[in-house]
C-alpha cells in the first residue's frame, strides 16, 4: 500500500509541476516513478502466486472430502449423472445438488 501511495505521490508532482521542474530532478522523478512501478508490479506477482499455492494447497485438501460428499449425495439422490457446474449451460433448481454436497461437507467438518 506504501508503494503505491509514493507511487501516487510522484506521479501526482510529475502531472502538477513537472513542466516548471528542472530537467533533472523531472529525469529523477521519472526514473524513481518507473521503479517503483516495476516494484509494485513484482510484488504483485509474487502475491498472485502465493495466493495460487495457497489455493492449489487449500483444493488438495479438500478433494478427498468434496469427493466423498459428493458420493454420498449420489448415492441418497439416487442421481445417474452429476455434471460439474461449469460444464452445464442450464438447470432447473431441483436438479442442482450444489447445496446439498455443501451441507454435507458442512456437516464432515
Do not use: C, H, W
Not at 501516487?8 to 528542472?22: E, F, N, P, T, Y
Not at 533533472?24 to 526514473?31: D, H, V
Amino acid at each position: 500500500k506504501s508503494l503505491e501511495s509514493s507511487a501516487k505521490g510522484i506521479q501526482d508532482r510529475l502531472v502538477s509541476g513537472g513542466d516548471k521542474m528542472a530537467q533533472p530532478e523531472r529525469e529523477r522523478l521519472e526514473l524513481e516513478f518507473k521503479q517503483k512501478a516495476r516494484d509494485f508490479q513484482f510484488q504483485s506477482k509474487e502475491l498472485n502466486e502465493a495466493k495460487a499455492v495457497a489455493d492449489r494447497e487449500m483444493l488438495k485438501q479438500l478433494k478427498p472430502k468434496l469427493d466423498q460428499a459428493v458420493e454420498e449425495v449420489i448415492k441418497k439422490g439416487g442421481f445417474d449423472l452429476v455434471f460439474e457446474r461449469g460444464a452445464v449451460i442450464d438447470v432447473k433448481p431441483q436438479y442442482d445438488v450444489t447445496r446439498q454436497v455443501i451441507e454435507r461437507m458442512n456437516q464432515m467438518k
